[in-house]
Nanobody, 124 residues
Framework: QVPLVESGGGLVQAGGSLRLSCAASGRTFSNYAMGWFRQAPGKEREFVAAISWRGDTSYYADSVKGRFTISRDNSKNTVYLQMNSLKPEDTAVYYC?????????????????WGQGTQVTVSS
């Protein structure tokens, strides 16, 4: 297992911003794409964003496009999710994951390692 630890979640008002971080320890994941997913209460986990191993290609869910930005720092074994213009519907537990591929992927099945999640709550 690759320990992945998410941080940066919390409570924010609508229109505000948060920056999530996901740090891996125990081994490097610089050769693999990374992704962020989220699960709202009563809903299935869904794709949010993904980034290639080199950080030069990223994918976003339509619901977050233009508001969220995924980035990575391979020297720190860390991936980030900058979330701006947050909406109440962004409230969820956010999970980071390590892919088995170098290219980003929308499918959860492409991800091998998962973090424990961090709660993001956006109040109206």
């Amino acid at each position: 297992q690759v320990p992945l630890v998410e941080s940066g979640g919390g409570l924010v008002q609508a229109g505000g911003s948060l920056r999530l971080s996901c740090a891996a320890s125990g081994r490097t994941f610089s050769n693999y794409a990374m992704g962020w997913f989220r699960q709202a209460p009563g809903k299935e986990r869904e794709f949010v964003a993904a980034i290639s191993w080199r950080g030069d290609t990223s994918y976003y869910a339509d619901s977050v496009k233009g508001r969220f930005t995924i980035s990575r720092d391979n020297s720190k074994n860390t991936v980030y999710l900058q979330m701006n213009s947050l909406k109440p519907e962004d409230t969820a537990v956010y999970y980071c994951a390590v892919s088995v591929y170098g290219s980003p992927n929308y499918s959860q099945g492409a991800y091998r390692y998962w973090g424990q999640g961090t709660q993001v709550t956006v109040s109206s």
